[in-house]
């Protein structure tokens, strides 16, 4: 069962430089969603797409950028990264927008 | 503003105990609740929804209660487990879906043999 596959797992990288973190789920569902995570406040929502070809800004869309050219995949690019997006990234999917999230291992970005 | 709160102490029971965490919100109304465990290292995994007008919802030893008058949720796990140590995510569903889905920042529960 795989479910949703993030990836890398871990990456450390210098201030400025592009990154982008793949997400790829075997689902087939239709919404898939961005969140941060760091310690003591909680997941916070970056970016969402309720279906393919639609995306949507969510709490702290500042900064990353998302594209949903297929069902499957939905990729995070940080333009260039700055050291307060150190944080602990994880995809997630439901069937539609109203129903449980489905969430993959994380995405460790350290950014120095 | 809206806000979530979950007590951010860890809380450790022994086991066998029935383990009550707390999610308290404000300035919200939800249309739905649900309870996620997180281990470490791991994403977060579905446990139980419970709607507005449903006041509790019981899966095996978990169960779920919602009370709109108060703005709480409380989660209880009967009989507890090591196995069960974990930290626990609230999140609030408005009645618009998950584009304003907001996680509470997690309890940590400690079992203890």
């Known amino acids: 069962i795989a479910g949703i596959t993030q990836a890398p797992t871990s990456q450390i990288l210098a201030a400025g430089r592009r990154m982008t973190l793949r997400c790829t789920q075997d689902?087939?569902?239709?919404?898939m969603y961005w969140y941060r995570q760091d310690l003591g406040l909680g997941l916070r929502l970056i970016h969402y797409?309720?279906?393919?070809?639609?995306?949507g800004k969510g709490e702290v869309p500042d900064g990353y950028s998302v594209s949903r050219a297929n069902t499957d995949d939905f990729p995070l690019t940080l333009a260039s990264a700055v050291p307060s997006q150190t944080s602990v990234y994880f995809c997630?999917?439901?069937?539609?927008?109203?129903?449980?999230?489905?969430f993959g291992e994380g995405s460790r970005l350290t950014v120095l | 503003s809206q806000k979530i709160e979950q007590n951010s102490e860890a809380l450790n029971i022994q086991e066998g105990k029935t383990a009550t965490l707390t999610c308290n919100y404000t300035?919200?109304?939800?249309?739905?609740l649900q309870w996620y465990r997180q281990d470490p290292g791991r994403g977060p995994v579905f446990l139980l929804l419970?709607?507005?007008?449903?006041k509790e919802k019981r899966k095996e030893r978990l169960k779920v209660t919602f009370d709109t008058t108060l703005k709480q949720s409380l989660f209880h796990i009967t009989a507890s487990q090591p196995a069960d140590s974990a930290t626990y995510l609230c999140?609030?569903?408005?009645?618009?879906?998950?584009?304003?889905?907001?996680f509470g920042a997690g309890t940590r529960l400690a079992v203890h043999p």
């Open positions: 797409s309720n279906t393919a070809g639609t995306t």
């Open positions: 689902m087939r569902h239709n919404a």
């Open positions: 419970i709607r507005e007008n449903e």
């Open positions: 997630a999917s439901s069937v539609d927008s109203t129903g449980e999230l489905f």
């Open positions: 300035n919200y109304s939800p249309a739905y």
């Open positions: 999140a609030l569903v408005p009645s618009g879906g998950y584009n304003k889905l907001i």
